[in-house]
């Protein structure tokens, strides 16, 4: 008798329409399946949808439980490749097709000043969009195609890539791997996946918070220094 679906354990309700159940993705389109939405959601505008972190959770617990037949070391191997080429098919996108689509002064979405946004996006925070975007849904498919519209140095952003492309592709199957065998995992598999979409999110709410900081430690600073300043000049004409 084979392994039961996961699907039929809990049904995967909150993270949107079934057909979009992660389970039930990869028993219909099989570990080749799996590669191709990891390459679409990674890059490609039309992928930002898919269910990138659930799907890697969810085909590693597969493998663990023997209901993918697939081995791990290929899975680690394959699957943070196909993230990385969707990665760079996305700066390729922004970076040959954003001049063309940003050029109106008047377009209502594609409008020149996101382009100069992007520049100072990257110029701001560098490598680490690249990285942190990684691990955060419908963002991680976007910025790959802003950083080719900002024009970020193409071997600094394939070095991030890479990086992001491992952490997230080889972590998240693995994670998904290690915790396959446990009941508790198996029998609340949709309160996990929920956990692990929110969980993404902590990188970048982490590295907002922290630059909303510094720049109010940067106000402070400024104001003090001119409030000094300003003191500085009425003692002199006193």
Known sequence: MGAPSLSGVTPILALGPAWLDPDSLIRTLGFVGLLVIVFVESGLLVGFFLPGDSLLFTGGLLIATGQLPVPLWLALLLV?????????CGYLIGRRLGPAVFKKQDARFFKPKYVEDAYAFFDKYGGRAVLLARFVPVVRTFVPVVAGVGRMDYKHFLAWNVAGGVLWGAGVTTLGYLLGGIAFVRDNIEVILILIVLVSV???AFEVLRARRRGRVGSDRSGAEAAGGSRGRGAHRA
Do not use: F, K, N, R
């Open 80 to 88: 943070p490749l196909a993230a990385v080429l969707g990665d760079q």
């Open 202 to 204: 902590l990188p970048v």
